[in-house]
């Protein structure tokens, strides 16, 4: 028998389906309070004209094999303006004529937010990471490996006064291919630097 609540048809009973459930339009996990009003505990669409997400409330157990890949993007324009909708992805800086990447303004919904850079080519001119305001500023290291004479590295710590662009503008700042960049929204006004760099010459901070 189904009762009525806030025009919703509401079965009491259990259901079971031996066949394929379908919907165009993806599927609610909903509970009523006590006088019928509505909360939607998750929601699951593959539909991506409405998504294409699976959005879960509280906690979540995954029992068996859960297999996953991050989103890697190549970048060979001169500039790039990442999303905060992009985090976890893995990008590979890939014009040696030089890029200009701007990240997200931080706010502090941002926290968490994660980017992996890899040069994937030696520039020939500045590769640059902004970040998305004047107030985000970096904090974490930098170290630069001479990998052509051993034991030649220095490890540079940005100051957080303005530090605000990782620059990538010259070997001796990092920018022989191989390096790798990570980078995570700490707070609404840091973005922790983790960089490990191939450089040449007297190493240099690539800290601004």
């Not at 505990?41 to 004209?49: A, P």
């Not at 998504?51 to 890697?72: D, I, M, R, S």
Request: hydrophobic share 40%; charged share 15%; proline share 2%.
């Amino acid at each position: 028998m189904a009762d009525i609540c806030q025009d919703k048809e509401i079965y009491m009973a259990n259901t079971t389906f031996k066949g394929t459930v379908r919907s165009d339009s993806g599927f609610n996990d909903i509970t009523f309070d006590s006088v019928g009003n509505v909360t939607t505990n998750s929601t699951f669409s593959n539909n991506t004209s409405i998504g294409g997400t699976l959005a879960v409330t509280g906690n979540t157990t995954l029992t068996g094999t859960l297999t996953a890949k991050a989103p890697v993007v190549t970048i060979d324009a001169a500039t790039y303006a990442v999303t905060a909708a992009q985090s976890g992805t893995t990008f590979i800086l890939a014009r040696a004529a030089g890029i200009v990447v701007t990240l997200p303004e931080l706010t502090a919904a941002a926290s968490g937010e994660k980017y992996i850079f890899i040069v994937g080519t030696t520039f020939s001119g500045a590769g640059k990471i902004n970040t998305g305001a004047t107030a985000d500023l970096y904090s974490g290291f930098a170290t630069v490996f001479d990998p052509a004479t051993a034991g030649d590295n220095n490890t540079f710590i940005p100051d957080q006064s303005d530090d605000d662009t990782i620059d990538l503008g010259s070997v001796e700042q990092g920018w022989l291919t191989g390096g790798i960049i990570t980078l995570t929204a700490q707070s609404a006004t840091r973005w922790h630097c983790a960089a490990h760099l191939h450089g040449d010459g007297t190493l240099a901070t690539p800290f601004e």
